[in-house]
């Protein structure tokens, strides 16, 4: 009776450690280029990747990243005489309408580009 317990408990160690050494196989790409498993490899990753449905990988973390932190689409730079011109904000915007030939142009932010020696050498204007 012991013999065929110790028989039983050998015999299942060799399995799994064959099971291990076949795992370790896969999982380090060990087989030969021209053998079957290398063949068989190949196909199960041809299915994994023409069989795999889209919303396996669609995570809805990317599309919000791929948003723009801020509310500004783009931001304009313009030379100081545009702005100074302007008097107010609806005068900006109908210049800069005109000047980009969006009608839906909203100036979100102005910002005093200076130069070195202090004087103002234009404007960046945030808009959307």
């Known amino acids: 009776m012991v ?3 110790w028989h039983l408990l050998i015999y299942s160690f060799e399995s799994i450690t064959t099971l291990l050494k076949t795992l370790r196989k896969l999982f380090f790409w060990n087989y030969a ?3 079957w498993q ?3 490899l190949c196909v199960v990753i041809l299915i994994f990747i023409f069989l795999t449905p889209k919303s396996w990988f669609e995570n809805g973390e990317r599309r919000a990243a791929m948003a723009h932190q801020s509310p500004t689409a783009s931001t304009l730079v313009v030379g ?3 702005v100074e ?3 107010d904000r609806a005068q900006l915007e109908q210049r800069l309408r005109a000047f980009t030939g969006r009608s839906d142009l909203q100036v979100l ?3 005093k580009l200076t130069g070195e020696d202090g004087r103002t050498t234009g404007y960046e204007i945030d808009i959307r």
Do not use: N, T, Y
Request: proline content about 0%; hydrophobic content about 50%; cysteine-free.
């Open 3 to 5: 013999a065929l317990a």
């Open 33 to 35: 280029r021209s053998s």
């Open 38 to 40: 290398w063949d068989i």
């Open 80 to 82: 100081a005489e545009v």
């Open 85 to 87: 011109k302007a008097g």
């Open 109 to 111: 932010g102005v910002h």
